[in-house]
């Protein structure tokens, strides 16, 4: 057996076995580093390559924007940021389903988690809409399918973690999701407004004016997270790790001092979970790291690309490969894990044909977002069930058009690539 096969095999039967998958990836790098390397008696050389793996400054930021993610869960930051949107849409036909979606978009803006996203905004509207008419399968898949718009708004954790491996500006990936997340919105609502007039869903009330200004003015604290975001970072007055910092101080202020909701001890709870997720992820990180080096060393994704003919592949060739195995990987298995072992593999073909790398990692992401959407395993699938108590059946049973639309906004990106980049040529020009 040649080292590939024999790496992939140790993956498989580890996973098969039920091994967590950092087991998996440490054991098959260890297998690699002992083929590659049979005369060299240091095992630490592994050890290294995950503690490099980890060392970027950039990843600074994933603990942070978790951490600020989940003060804001526990606070009052959602719920104004949902009663501002409600306001303004609700009394339309398909308001509520709307209101839902963009409510899901503001609070990924504000968080950059879809899970906190689908606990945050989905808990408060999902009775609403049940009482308003709506069917809870069409329900439960707007609210997680609304979330994954988490991923392509800023800030976004997978953004940060492809820009770390890729070697691609994460500021750039941050400006270039804007458009994307929003014509994702922008669709998901047009679906929304056809499915309640196909189903004649009522309207509700319109709010009074008094009503949408005291919701407004409620709304403007939490605003401030994006305005944070993207005028800190693209108007020179911070890197993205710094707003990262600057965010928890400000959601810190916010839910403890303006809007009074938390105290010392629970900011001391939030810290221990924070720090159990950010734990699992960089552990994930430093294990992807090293695997993603024997690979590299031992030219295995040369050889895979040869395999599929990949190695000659156009540019539409090669962006329909990358879209597949990234969709197709997040169906079954975590999507750090997916981007830790598949960037490395395809780098050297998006090299040798000059892709926009930054173009690369909004396409990634947008798959990550569905397969995030997507039966067997997709991630958001499960928080919804966790969260609202509801068979899996009923969760996924409405997911298909929501998948639809994303797998066309997928299309979209590859033959109208300025949909992604024209913001970013023109805030880095």
Request: net charge neutral.
């Amino acid at each position: 057996m040649d080292i590939t096969s024999i790496m992939l095999t140790t993956m498989v039967v580890l996973l098969l076995l039920g091994f967590p998958i950092v087991i998996p990836l440490l054991a098959a790098s260890l297998a690699g580093f002992y083929l590659l390397f049979a005369d060299f008696d240091n095992s630490f050389f592994i050890v290294q390559r995950m503690i490099a793996g980890i060392k970027p400054a950039s990843l600074i930021a994933v603990p942070m924007f978790i951490l600020a993610a989940n003060i804001m869960t526990q606070g009052r930051s959602a719920t104004r940021l949902i009663d501002m949107v409600m306001s303004f849409i609700q009394h339309y036909k398909g308001g509520l389903a709307v209101s839902t979606a963009t409510a899901c978009t503001l609070f990924g803006a504000v968080s950059g988690s879809t899970q906190a996203t689908v606990v945050a905004v989905g808990a408060p509207l999902r009775p609403i809409m049940i009482r308003n008419g709506y069917q809870d399968s069409f329900i439960l898949s707007l609210i997680i399918s609304s979330s994954g718009i988490a991923l392509l708004i800023p800030p976004s954790i997978g953004m940060i973690i492809y820009g770390g491996i890729s070697q691609t500006s994460i500021s750039e990936l941050f400006i270039a999701g804007i458009v994307p997340g929003i014509l994702i919105l922008v669709l998901f609502s047009l679906y929304a407004v056809f499915f309640s007039v196909k189903h004649d869903i009522p309207t509700v009330d319109r709010a009074s004016f008094s009503e949408r200004l005291q919701a407004s003015k409620a709304a403007l604290w939490p605003l401030g997270f994006p305005f944070i975001i993207i005028i800190g970072i693209y108007g020179g007055v911070f890197s993205p790790t710094e707003a990262a910092s600057t965010c928890v101080l400000y959601a810190l202020i916010l839910e403890m001092l303006v809007f009074k909701e938390l105290d010392h001890r629970d900011i001391v709870e939030i810290a221990k979970s924070t720090g159990v997720i950010t734990a699992v992820i960089f552990v994930l990180v430093a294990a992807g790291s090293a695997f993603s080096w024997i690979i590299s060393f031992a030219q295995i994704p040369q050889a895979v690309m040869a395999s599929f003919g990949l190695d000659v592949a156009s540019e539409y060739q090669l962006l329909l490969a990358i879209s597949i195995a990234f969709f197709v990987g997040c169906m079954f298995v975590d999507s750090i894990v997916v981007i830790l072992i598949l960037v490395p593999i395809f780098l050297p073909e998006i090299d040798r044909l000059n892709l926009d790398k930054v173009l690369i990692g909004i396409i990634i992401t947008l798959q990550v977002a569905i397969g995030a959407i997507t039966p067997p395993f997709g991630c958001n699938i499960f928080t919804a069930v966790a969260v609202f108590k509801r068979p899996y059946m009923d969760v996924v049973r409405g997911l298909f058009p929501f998948v639809l639309i994303l797998a066309l906004v997928a299309v979209l990106l590859v033959v109208f690539p300025q949909i992604a980049l024209s913001l970013r040529d023109l805030v880095f020009a």
